[in-house]
């Protein structure tokens, strides 16, 4: 089959993808950081999109009618990295019944890490809505090209390619200082992300009464049971009903993030920096609003994952997953990954969840210690839990059974 890859925002998850289709003997384009004419001028049986809602409507119908012309009509997966109903931007329960139309006629289906968010989406009425884990893959491609450059994107790729160069995942660095980043993290505790979200300013759903309560019940809940996800928490709240109107729950999700989410980044954080001093190094954006130091973003601190002590987990700020684009990136870039014991925690640590994740600050406290005071036994961990995820949660086992629904 043949595949265009195409959107824009968290690229890298496209460049996974990109290479596991390659590894399971398709054909694919990344089409990034938009689409030429001359890629699209063949028949295309499917689109993977990040961040699909973004583009005028017409302007998909429009594309997907062009590559219909040479062939059939493709099937599109929009790469859901937020929970489906803020991706829509509905605030109706008929906004969702028009998307979800829409969705059908276009043959558009909605892929979403989280269990939890697909699952309310399609209590929601979004029918197009499957879960699946995100997935890794070890590896990238790129092709060598006649004057000796190499292409990344915009560049139809096969196994049949005689250019073709397959190359670590870690390997890619970008324009990005790798030393500068080893220097800052080597051998040191790392949490890089946001703090604050910045799409999250101080507004009218943050102060109504009903919801802030709403969210403090359910986020009480959850840090007292890790096991559990949003949904059933919801339930048990009694929030079911109020859960199904699309208005209320994107007001109630920005609260539950601050409840929950940047509120488990302020506990950590602080217990962390309080136990551990330097050797905990934090950097991201709007730590400043919870009275946190922290460094600015940087590139090039991705690209060092590998060589921090650990690189730590507080969890998302969009799903109730302990699989999502950032944690997957720390294993990418062979990093350590430890993070917070919650819902589906066993799904990406497997055999070593009890020695790489906690639940509480004096938890996370003790795994670090013990690692810090063993580098040997870090390294062989880390060495095991890399090749547990990289089988489990394969991408090359995942994608067959989205293209097996794309064809049904």
């Known amino acids: 089959m043949r595949f265009l890859l195409c959107g824009h925002g968290t690229s890298e998850v496209l460049w996974s993808t990109h290479a596991a289709l390659i590894d399971l003997g398709h054909e694919s384009v990344l089409a990034l950081p938009d689409i030429s004419q001359d890629i699209i001028d063949r028949p295309i049986d499917a689109l993977f999109v990040l961040n699909l809602f973004q583009i005028p409507r017409d302007t998909i119908e429009m594309l997907l009618a062009y590559v219909a012309s040479f062939g059939k009509r493709p099937a599109v997966v929009h790469l859901c990295l937020n929970h489906p109903v803020e991706e829509i931007g509905a605030q109706t329960v008929e906004e969702v019944r028009e998307a979800d139309q829409w969705m059908d006629r276009q043959n558009v289906f909605m892929w979403c890490m989280c269990p939890a968010a697909a699952q309310q989406a399609n ?14 893959h070890r590896w990238i491609y790129i092709a060598r090209s006649a004057d000796g450059t190499s292409d990344l994107y915009k560049r139809w790729m096969s196994l049949n390619d005689t250019e073709l160069v397959r190359h670590p995942y870690a390997a890619m660095r970008g324009e990005a200082d790798a030393a500068e980043g080893e220097a800052l993290v080597r051998n040191r505790f790392l949490y ?102 922290a460094g600015p973003v ?18 998302s700020l969009a799903y109730d997953t302990a699989v999502f684009p950032r944690t997957l990136e720390i294993i990418k870039r062979n990093g350590l990954l430890v993070g917070w014991r919650h819902t589906d925690a066993a799904q990406l640590f497997g055999p070593y969840e009890q020695d790489l994740t906690f639940t509480e600050e004096f938890d996370a406290v003790r795994v670090l210690e013990k690692l810090a005071s063993d580098p040997g036994h870090r390294e062989k961990l880390r060495e095991a839990h890399l090749n547990w995820a990289y089988e489990s949660l394969a991408l090359t086992g995942i994608l067959p059974r989205i293209i097996a629904r794309l064809q049904t």
């Open 298 to 315: 940087s590139s090039a601190l991705r690209n060092a994952y590998g060589t921090a002590a650990a690189c730590l987990d507080f969890g």
């Open 123 to 136: 209590r929601m009425g979004l029918s197009r809505v499957f879960y699946e884990p995100l997935g890794v």
């Open 192 to 293: 890089l992300g946001q703090g604050w979200p910045d799409h999250i300013p101080t507004g009218p759903e943050l102060s109504d009464p009903a919801i802030s309560t709403a969210a403090a019940s359910v986020a009480g809940i959850m840090m007292e049971r890790p096991e559990l996800n949003r949904i059933q928490a919801m339930d048990l709240c009694g929030l079911a009903e109020r859960s199904a109107d699309p208005g209320w729950t994107l007001r109630f999700n920005r609260a539950f993030t601050i409840a929950f989410a940047v509120e488990n980044r302020r506990r950590f954080a602080t217990a962390l920096r309080h136990a551990f001093g330097e050797t905990f190094t934090l950097w991201g954006n709007g730590w400043e609003r919870l009275g946190i130091d």
